[in-house]
C-alpha cells in the first residue's frame, strides 16, 4: 500500500496537508484506501467527542462504530483520539486527519450533487405497504414534491406478504413499510413508532376492558400470513407465538377476517385497518405486553442515489410533526 508521502499518484495535484499548532504530520503509514464512510464516522465522532452520541447520530449502534475507528487508525498507523470515561479528544493526527476528512466530504458531496444534476431529473419507486392515508406519507408527498418537482415518483402498494415491498426483488428504490423484518443488506431509519392493538369484532366481550394482554387471546384464531413470508414478520403480527387462523395477503381480508369470523389480529392505535370501519362492527383494544409497531423507510444498503437519500432525510421531518 502507498504511503502519503511516496505515492506519486496520491500527492499530484492534491492540496497541502493541514498542520496542527505542533506541526505534526500524518504518520507514513497512513493509506490511501480509506472509504468515505468511515471518513464520516470519524468525523461524527470527533464532533460529538463521545461514541455512543456519534452512533445515535448515525443510526447505529456503537460497537460496529468501535471497530471500524481502530480500523481506521491501523490504517493510519497511530491513534486518533485519546479516550476517557468521560468521551474522547481528537489526538494532533486526529485534529489533522479531521480537517482532511471535512474537506474531502464536501467535495465528494458536491461532486455527487453535480453528477445529478448533469444527469437530469430522475426517478424512484416507492413501496408503500398498507396505509396509503397515513399524514405522515401525505405531509412526506407535499414536501418532497416542493423540494423535488422534477423527480418522477412511482407508487407500488404492496400486501403484507412482504414487509420490504418488493425492495430484495429490485421492485422498488426505497420502501415506507413497519418493521421489524430481516434487515441483512438493507439500510433503515424508524419514522414513527405505534402503539399496538387486539383487532376485535365490537360485539367481543374482550372489547368491554380498556386493555389486554397477548395471553388474554391465546385460545383465539388469528390470521396468519401465508408460507415463506419472513418469519420476523410474522412472529411480531403473531405475538411471538405459532398460531392457527385463516391466511390473509392484504389488509382488508384481514378486516373480513374479524368481521366474519371472529378472527383476532393486532393492529397499530390509529393507523390501522380499524380505522376508517364504523365503530359500531370493529374495535382495537389496546395491548399493555406488545412492543410498538415501528413505521420505517428501508432502502438496500449501499445504494447512493441521491434521490434516495434526500427522500429519506424529507420522511424522517415528515414523520416528526
Known sequence: MCSRK?????????????KTRSGTPIPHGYRCSVELRTLRYFVAVAEE???????????MSQPPLSRAIKRLESEVGAALFARSPGGVTPTPVGAI???????????ADLLRARVAAAAGPAGIT????????????????????RGHPGVDIRIRDADLTDPTCGLRAGLVDVALTRAPFDET????????????GALLRADDPLTRRDRLEIADLADRRWFRFPPGTDPIWQSYWNG?????????RVVQECVQAVLWNSTVGLAPLGHGPAKNVPPENLAVVPLADMAPSRVVAVWNDGDT???????????????RH
Do not use: W
Open 126 to 145: 416507492v413501496g408503500i405497504l398498507g396505509d396509503t392515508g397515513d399524514p405522515g406519507i401525505t405531509r412526506l408527498a407535499t414536501a418532497f414534491r
Open 185 to 196: 443488506a438493507l439500510a433503515l431509519r424508524e419514522l414513527r413508532a405505534d402503539p399496538v
Open 240 to 248: 411471538g407465538e405459532p398460531r392457527e387462523g385463516p391466511v390473509v
Open 97 to 107: 486527519l479531521l480537517d482532511e476528512a471535512r474537506a474531502l466530504l464536501g467535495q
Open 6 to 18: 511516496s505515492c506519486s499518484k496520491c500527492t499530484a495535484g492534491a492540496r497541502p496537508l493541514s
Open 49 to 59: 467527542l463521545h461514541f455512543g452520541r456519534a452512533a445515535a447520530r448515525l443510526h
Open 305 to 319: 442515489n441521491p434521490v434516495i437519500r434526500s427522500f429519506v432525510e424529507i420522511a424522517m421531518a415528515a414523520y
